[in-house]
């Protein structure tokens, strides 16, 4: 009897024991109660894989290399459409513009051939074909590319903005250079006209003076002629 009563009593016990033994396991450092903490290892998406690996223009050094990751940007990068690019003009005063080859979705709606290249622009009217020397930092190395855009008249203007610019300051410098030169070459003709006039008139000067002293000989000659003349008549 003692035991049929004290068997639910030690099934009771039990079941708490592994109820503990179910809870997860903490560890105290120097008397202090850790919380379990979950590691989150990285994970790298596809989408990383693209970023790190993509090329505006691809080498055949890229599309030599085995590794997954450069499979998968080439078979992203062959899906793209390289004759027209799209630009993003957001900071075109800064002379700042983005590149970036179209989408098939791009190329079936028009967009970069039949509708302004700038992404932020759907205009249909006024379209010329650019080519434009694009000129990118990638991979730690400066590189170039002679690329085509299409842009309607206002974004082509957005195109050359910074290019106009520089211009006019040039040509403002070189405005504000010439008025110097013809300032200093006024002031130059202007000391030549003082100089001569004071050539002038220290010439004038030299001459009276050589006037008068000429005028003092003849009256000191006369002088002595009329003594000659006096002790003539008074031997």
Same mark, same amino acid.
């Given at each position: 009897?003692?035991?049929?009563?004290?068997?639910?009593? +030690?099934?009771?016990?039990?079941?708490?024991?592994?109820?503990?033994?179910?809870?997860?396991?903490?560890?105290?450092?120097?008397?202090?109660?850790?919380?379990?903490?979950?590691?989150?290892?990285?994970?790298?998406? *596809?989408?990383?894989?693209?970023?790190? %690996?993509?090329?505006?223009?691809?080498?055949?050094?890229?599309?030599?290399?085995?590794?997954?990751?450069?499979?998968?940007?080439?078979? !992203? !990068?062959?899906?793209?459409?390289?004759?027209?690019?799209?630009?993003?003009?957001?900071? /075109?005063?800064?002379?700042?513009?983005?590149?970036?080859?179209?989408?098939?979705?791009?190329?079936?709606?028009?967009?970069?051939?039949?509708?302004?290249?700038?992404?932020?622009?759907?205009?249909?009217? %006024?379209?010329?074909? !650019?080519?434009?020397?694009? #000129?990118?930092?990638?991979? %730690?190395?400066?590189?170039?590319?002679?690329?085509?855009?299409?842009? #309607?008249?206002?974004?082509?203007?957005?195109?050359? /903005?910074?290019?106009?610019?520089?211009?006019?300051?040039?040509?403002?410098?070189?405005?504000?250079?010439? +008025?110097?030169? +013809?300032?200093?070459?006024?002031? *130059?003709?202007?000391?030549?006209?003082?100089?001569?006039?004071?050539?002038?008139?220290?010439?004038?000067?030299?001459?009276?003076?050589?006037?008068? *002293?000429?005028?003092?000989?003849?009256?000191?000659?006369? *002088?002595?002629?009329?003594?000659?003349?006096?002790?003539?008549?008074?031997?």
């Amino acid at each position: 009897m003692d035991d049929e009563q004290s068997s639910p009593l +030690r099934k009771r016990k039990e079941a708490t024991v592994v109820r503990k033994f179910k809870q997860p396991l903490t560890i105290s450092f120097y008397g202090k109660e850790e919380k379990p903490s979950t590691l989150k290892l990285p994970i790298k998406t *596809d989408q990383d894989t693209l970023r790190e %690996g993509y090329r505006f223009i691809r080498s055949e050094e890229d599309d030599l290399d085995p590794s997954w990751e450069q499979r998968l940007v080439k078979r !992203y !990068y062959a899906k793209l459409f390289k004759e027209y690019c799209l630009a993003d003009m957001s900071h /075109y005063k800064s002379g700042k513009i983005g590149l970036r080859w179209r989408t098939e979705k791009e190329v079936m709606s028009g967009k970069g051939q039949f509708i302004c290249g700038n992404k932020h622009c759907d205009e249909k009217d %006024g379209l010329a074909s !650019y080519e434009v020397n694009f #000129c990118y930092f990638e991979a %730690g190395e400066n590189k170039q590319a002679l690329v085509k855009l299409v842009a #309607c008249e206002r974004c082509a203007w957005k195109l050359n /903005y910074k290019r106009q610019k520089e211009k006019e300051q040039l040509e403002k410098q070189q405005q504000k250079q010439d +008025r110097r030169k +013809r300032t200093r070459s006024k002031s *130059d003709d202007d000391l030549d006209e003082v100089q001569e006039s004071e050539e002038r008139r220290q010439k004038g000067k030299r001459a009276l003076i050589s006037a008068g *002293d000429n005028k003092i000989d003849d009256n000191a000659a006369d *002088d002595d002629n009329l003594d000659e003349f006096l002790e003539g008549m008074f031997p």
